[in-house]
Protein backbone atom coordinates (compact mmCIF):
# COMPACT_ATOMS: atom_id res chain seq x y z
CA UNK A 1 0.00 0.00 0.00
CA UNK A 2 1.19 3.59 -1.21
CA UNK A 3 0.77 6.75 1.10
CA UNK A 4 0.71 10.09 -1.06
CA UNK A 5 2.33 12.27 0.54
CA UNK A 6 1.80 15.42 -1.70
CA UNK A 7 0.57 16.65 -4.75
CA UNK A 8 2.42 19.72 -6.64
CA UNK A 9 0.99 20.81 -9.97
CA UNK A 10 2.12 23.80 -12.56
CA UNK A 11 0.21 24.78 -15.66
CA UNK A 12 -1.51 21.71 -15.71
CA UNK A 13 -5.70 23.07 -16.49
CA UNK A 14 -6.60 25.41 -15.15
CA UNK A 15 -3.48 25.92 -12.98
CA UNK A 16 -1.12 28.64 -13.97
CA UNK A 17 2.58 29.16 -13.82
CA UNK A 18 3.10 29.30 -10.15
CA UNK A 19 3.05 26.34 -8.78
CA UNK A 20 0.18 24.58 -6.59
CA UNK A 21 1.09 22.34 -3.74
CA UNK A 22 -1.15 20.40 -2.11
CA UNK A 23 -0.18 18.40 1.08
CA UNK A 24 -1.92 15.48 1.79
CA UNK A 25 -1.02 13.79 4.96
CA UNK A 26 -0.53 16.69 7.02
CA UNK A 27 -3.80 15.94 9.14
CA UNK A 28 -5.39 12.53 9.72
CA UNK A 29 -8.77 13.92 7.79
CA UNK A 30 -9.48 17.30 5.41
CA UNK A 31 -12.50 18.49 3.59
CA UNK A 32 -11.33 20.00 0.35
CA UNK A 33 -14.31 23.20 -0.63
CA UNK A 34 -14.82 24.84 -3.42
CA UNK A 35 -17.04 26.59 -6.37
CA UNK A 36 -17.76 24.26 -8.95
CA UNK A 37 -15.10 24.41 -11.57
CA UNK A 38 -12.45 25.80 -8.85
CA UNK A 39 -10.32 22.45 -9.46
CA UNK A 40 -10.88 20.03 -6.80
CA UNK A 41 -11.06 17.29 -8.73
CA UNK A 42 -8.34 18.48 -11.68
CA UNK A 43 -5.59 18.73 -8.56
CA UNK A 44 -6.91 15.56 -6.56
CA UNK A 45 -8.05 13.16 -9.16
CA UNK A 46 -6.37 13.77 -12.65
CA UNK A 47 -3.28 15.08 -11.29
CA UNK A 48 -2.59 11.85 -9.85
CA UNK A 49 -3.99 9.46 -12.74
CA UNK A 50 -1.79 11.95 -14.75
CA UNK A 51 1.55 11.54 -12.35
CA UNK A 52 1.48 8.13 -11.86
CA UNK A 53 -0.12 6.79 -15.52
CA UNK A 54 0.42 9.32 -17.87
CA UNK A 55 -3.41 10.04 -18.62
CA UNK A 56 -5.79 12.46 -16.98
CA UNK A 57 -8.57 10.60 -15.04
CA UNK A 58 -11.77 11.69 -16.74
CA UNK A 59 -12.05 11.60 -20.72
CA UNK A 60 -8.81 14.37 -21.40
CA UNK A 61 -6.40 13.91 -24.02
CA UNK A 62 -3.29 14.37 -21.95
CA UNK A 63 -2.29 17.50 -24.41
CA UNK A 64 -5.68 18.99 -23.17
CA UNK A 65 -3.92 19.15 -19.31
CA UNK A 66 -1.88 21.79 -20.52
CA UNK A 67 -2.89 25.05 -19.33
CA UNK A 68 -4.85 26.57 -22.31
CA UNK A 69 -3.94 30.03 -21.97
CA UNK A 70 -0.07 30.49 -21.64
CA UNK A 71 0.55 26.89 -23.02
CA UNK A 72 3.88 26.20 -21.80
CA UNK A 73 5.91 23.21 -19.62
CA UNK A 74 3.55 21.35 -17.56
CA UNK A 75 4.95 19.83 -14.28
CA UNK A 76 3.16 17.00 -12.26
CA UNK A 77 5.15 15.84 -9.29
CA UNK A 78 3.84 13.02 -6.70
CA UNK A 79 5.55 12.56 -3.46
CA UNK A 80 4.41 9.23 -1.77
CA UNK A 81 6.01 6.57 0.95
CA UNK A 82 5.75 2.91 0.55
CA UNK A 83 4.20 1.43 3.21
CA UNK A 84 2.95 4.01 5.74
CA UNK A 85 2.24 1.53 8.99
CA UNK A 86 5.80 0.87 9.05
CA UNK A 87 8.30 2.75 11.46
CA UNK A 88 9.05 6.44 10.20
CA UNK A 89 12.62 4.73 10.15
CA UNK A 90 11.43 1.75 7.42
CA UNK A 91 9.22 4.41 5.21
CA UNK A 92 10.97 5.23 1.68
CA UNK A 93 9.31 8.30 0.28
CA UNK A 94 9.15 8.47 -4.03
CA UNK A 95 8.88 11.05 -6.55
CA UNK A 96 6.98 10.97 -9.63
CA UNK A 97 7.46 13.88 -11.87
CA UNK A 98 5.76 13.75 -15.23
CA UNK A 99 6.56 17.01 -17.43
CA UNK A 100 4.92 17.83 -21.03
CA UNK A 101 6.49 20.60 -23.01
CA UNK A 102 3.62 21.68 -25.64
CA UNK A 103 0.00 20.26 -26.61
CA UNK A 104 -0.56 19.23 -29.85
Do not use: W
Amino acid sequence: MISVKKVSVQNFMNYGQVPTELIIDSHKNAIITGKNGSGKSSILLDSLCYGFYGKGYRSVKSSQLINSINGKKMVVNISFSNNPSLNASDNITYSVTRTRRESF
